[in-house]
């Protein structure tokens, strides 16, 4: 079987950079009110679900929602937590 023909590198030229740098913004942490909004969050659904588990048949409008109190409990937790990616 006869061989391949080995391709011979051009490496005379160093590759050009095609795109033009880009200065990032400087950028301060955030606002106090930014993480206590995001704590509370976090807290107001732990304290949902805990409130579900414990007194929930006897809270009418809990007694309605059923099972989107999980729903609630976990959406005001996962809000929360997706609020700490932008936490600086």
């Known amino acids: 079987m006869p061989k391949s023909k080995v391709r011979k590198k051009d490496s005379s ?6 795109r ?8 301060g942490p955030s606002h106090p009110i930014y993480v206590v909004v995001m704590l509370g969050l976090m807290v107001v659904g732990l304290l949902w679900l805990v409130v579900n588990y414990l007194a929930g048949p006897q809270i009418p409008f809990m007694a309605e ?3 989107w ?3 609630i409990g976990f959406a005001f937790m996962i809000i929360g937590l997706l609020m700490t990616m932008k936490w600086r």
Do not use: M, Q
Not at 13 to 18: G, L, T, Y
Not at 21 to 27: G, I, L, N, Y
């Open 20 to 27: 033009t740098p880009v200065e990032a913004k400087a950028v």
């Open 69 to 71: 109190n999980f729903a």
């Open 65 to 67: 929602l059923g099972a």
């Open 13 to 18: 030229a160093p590759p050009v950079a095609r």
